[in-house]
């Protein structure tokens, strides 16, 4: 319920931006995502060490009420008819704090009420019911905006909607079986955060998937500026239509988590394989001749886009220890989504300047060289260090793991 709220509200923020900022559409959408995101690599180090060291069952209830407020006063704003720009600027930046705190807990928190070897498919799982969420929640934001006329207004009682569903998450939380929950003990002295930081700098496995999300998160999921422009500057469609495009991609992004969900193992060559198939979609998205085309194209987006995301956020989780895993997860979050601030003003500066389409062009492009860069300097430093390893013991086998 709280996930269809989020989506609702991400489609109908938009909008009220789009409504707000009459001929600066495209850098107003980009400052506001960046706000919205930039907690995330402001606090995300700060919020790891938070859920490690606090029961995530309190902790997760916290922020969802965090998460609501914001909500609840941007709509109102709106409803009232005195939202402004700064306005969603201010109230962005605070939903995204409350987010920062709330993404490293309960991401760390599924390895708390599932056993080990259900991992993969539990994180698969969780996907698919976010990505459910998505199918139904910016088209029922479309739909809503128009039915209540299209502005400010309209957008206000769809943001006040995800406002209420932020209870749904807050009772089950409180009602879950406290015995029942596995929290690993963590570090609560000094240098706890560094300690993290330490951990993820000796493992090159981890250091290569958190290269891949950088390039990703920063240059090619920027779906809440891309689909809103293209809809309305290249296509000249209104809400409806743009809120409908949110659902065709999660079509794809549902299928990805239910085929992550089967996946029992999760290698590197995947997670390199699936970000390059990500980037080239979206390029091909930024060539698509109507609107019809692009839409049909967005399920395939949304597939590659989760089936990255999906095998990533597993592989992070499955080889972490578990005193740790808040730690690794918050910087994993705070990489993934932290990149954000920076891409998506450079995502809305190129929409302004030279139009729509290249927003998923650059985006794309982006993405591939990337991602392509950092497999090829993981693949020159695991054969540097096999060659180091080979007179001391034969160690060139284990030294350069099944990653491709």
């Known amino acids: 319920m709280s996930n269809t709220g ?33 907690p995330f690599l402001l606090l995300t180090p700060i919020a790891g060490l938070v859920a490690d060291r606090m029961p995530k069952q309190r902790l997760l209830q916290l922020t969802n009420l965090g998460m609501a407020l914001p909500a609840a006063v941007l709509g109102v704003l709106a409803v009232t008819g005195t939202a402004e720009v700064w306005h969603v600027y201010i109230l962005a930046f605070l939903l995204g704090s409350a987010s920062a705190f ?45 039915a209540l006329g299209g502005g400010a207004v309209g957008t206000g009682w769809v943001i006040l909607l995800n406002a209420v569903s932020y209870a749904a998450p807050i009772w089950s939380l409180r009602h879950l079986d406290v015995s029942r929950i596995d929290a690993a003990p963590a570090n609560r002295g000094p240098g706890a955060i560094r300690e993290g930081i330490a951990y993820v700098r000796a493992r090159p496995d981890l250091v290569l998937v958190l290269s891949l999300v950088f390039f990703a998160g920063t240059f090619g999921l920027n779906f809440q500026i891309t689909s809103a422009l293209m809809a309305t500057e290249v296509f000249g469609k209104g809400p ?5 495009l949110g659902s065709f991609l999660a079509v794809g992004s549902l299928t990805g988590a239910l085929l992550a969900a089967r996946r029992p193992h999760v290698r590197h060559r995947l997670v390199v394989g699936s970000a390059l198939l990500f980037g080239a979609t979206v390029v091909l998205a930024g060539l698509m001749p109507t609107y019809l085309t692009f839409a049909l194209l967005a399920p395939i987006t949304g597939l590659t ?55 998923l062009l650059g985006g794309g492009l982006l993405t591939i060289a990337g991602v392509a860069i950092s497999a090829l300097v993981f693949l020159r430093l695991e054969r540097a260090r096999a060659e180091r390893d080979v007179p001391t013991g034969g160690r060139a086998a284990e030294a350069a793991p099944a990653a491709f």
């Open 102 to 146: 709330d993404a490293p807990a309960r991401q760390s928190f599924v390895s708390e009420i599932v056993d080990p070897g259900d991992l993969t498919n539990a994180v698969g799982l969780n996907s698919a019911s976010f990505n459910a969420a998505r199918l139904v929640g910016p088209g029922l934001a479309g739909v809503l905006i128009a």
């Open 305 to 359: 886009a989760l089936t990255f995301i999906t095998s990533a956020n597993t592989y992070m989780q499955l080889h972490t220890d578990a005193g740790v895993r808040g730690r690794v997860m918050a910087l994993y979050l705070m990489i993934f989504m932290g990149g954000t601030p920076v891409g998506a003003p450079i995502i809305g500066w190129i929409g302004h300047e030279y139009g729509a389409r290249w927003t």
């Open 6 to 38: 989020t989506w609702m509200q991400r489609v109908a923020q938009d909008w009220l931006v789009l409504e707000l900022a009459a001929g600066t559409g495209a850098t107003a959408l980009g400052i506001t995502t960046g706000l919205q995101f930039l």
């Open 240 to 244: 409806e239509e743009f809120g409908l």
